[in-house]
């Protein structure tokens, strides 16, 4: 449950709203806002599939790229 605080003036006005609309002032806010649905759990292929799709092409790895050429000798 979510408490909000508003003047007199808005909550006489939503009280209005509510009557007129033949509603509890409680179900008119929530006609008031949009119904938020839950994000569903995507498999591991629908992931990678995203990830593809937004990643930007870049060049490709030389063929005898190694571990060496991460870890460069430093003087």
């Known amino acids: ?3 909000i ?6 909550a006489l ?3 209005r709203q509510a009557r007129n609309a033949g509603l509890s002032v409680p179900d008119y806010l929530r ?4 119904a938020v ?4 759990r995507l498999s ?5 599939g995203q990830f593809l799709a937004l ?6 790895l ?10 460069v000798a430093h003087d």
């Open 37 to 40: 649905e839950p994000a569903s």
């Open 31 to 34: 006609t008031l806002v949009p």
């Open 5 to 10: 605080q508003i003047d007199e003036q808005t």
């Open 44 to 48: 591991w292929d629908e992931l990678e």
């Open 55 to 60: 990643s930007a092409p870049g060049p490709s």
């Open 13 to 15: 006005g939503l009280a």
């Open 62 to 71: 030389p063929a005898d790229f190694s571990r060496a050429d991460i870890y």
């Open 1 to 3: 449950m979510v408490t």
